[in-house]
């Protein structure tokens, strides 16, 4: 799978957009764009995934340039409870290899009264 | 409709006694996946089943962890002879493993995982 870079940490005041950038110019064209995040200690919590369309859910908004070189998840809104740990990872979508998830050190999002 | 399920949620365990985490994946979901998370570091691929199948176990070492998915009954990673180096959290994720049009999407879904402390 193509490996991910993303900034260590970064910091949002509370109720504002927090932009959270990946950048994967290796990406392969059936590798998709997958966001977690871990909050303190407990298990992930899948976000959103794309390929090359922007995608939107009720957690956040995901887009991927046309190049697909990089991607931003943006969380419209962000609450305290939103300070977590994010990771982007791109993963290999057909067949049985490849069906692990490798987490980087993923970006620390501090939101801030 | 229940999340994956671990339990326990918290083990502790001596030097030299065995560990068995246990993982109930989410209701339709056949594939199972284990992964590690030592102190400070982030998370690490163990093993992916199917029932009744290992897939790929190139993240588990080679001496005294083993996992199985049985037909019925929830997923089992033990550990025999635990070590200190043994203690993490330990996550399990469950997928359905389908395809739509935007070809193959299995997106997995953690548990809550169990922390193993080894005194």
């Known amino acids: 799978d193509a490996k991910t870079t993303q900034p260590t940490s970064m910091d949002c005041a509370e109720g504002r957009a927090a932009n959270l950038p990946c950048n994967h110019s290796t990406i392969s064209g059936n590798e998709y764009v997958y966001w977690y995040r871990q909050i303190h200690s407990q298990g992930p919590q899948y976000i959103i995934h794309?390929?090359?369309n922007n995608e939107t859910n009720e957690m956040a908004s995901l887009i991927i340039t046309e190049d697909r070189k990089s991607s931003t998840l943006i969380l419209p809104h962000a609450t305290l409870r939103d300070t977590a740990v994010y990771y982007c990872i791109v993963r290999v979508a057909t067949g049985n290899a490849g069906n692990m998830l490798t987490f980087g050190g993923g970006t620390r999002l501090m939101v801030k009264p | 409709n229940a999340g994956v399920m671990q339990n326990p949620r918290h083990l502790v365990r001596r030097r030299g006694q065995e560990a068995r985490l246990r993982c109930s994946p989410m209701k339709g979901h056949s594939h199972v996946y284990w992964y590690r998370q030592l102190p400070e570091e982030g998370l690490k691929f163990m093993v992916y089943?199917?029932?009744?199948?290992?897939?790929?176990e190139s993240g588990m070492p080679k001496e005294r962890f083993s996992a199985e998915f049985p037909k019925e009954g929830p997923s089992i990673l033990r550990i025999q002879q635990v070590v200190r180096g043994d203690s993490a959290a330990y996550f399990c994720?469950?997928?359905?493993?389908?395809?739509?049009?935007?070809?193959?999407?299995?997106?997995?879904?953690f548990g809550p995982g169990t922390r193993l402390t080894v005194l």
């Open positions: 994720a469950s997928s359905p493993l389908r395809t739509s049009g935007r070809g193959r999407t299995d997106t997995q879904y």
């Open positions: 089943l199917q029932k009744e199948n290992i897939i790929d």
């Open positions: 794309g390929l090359k």
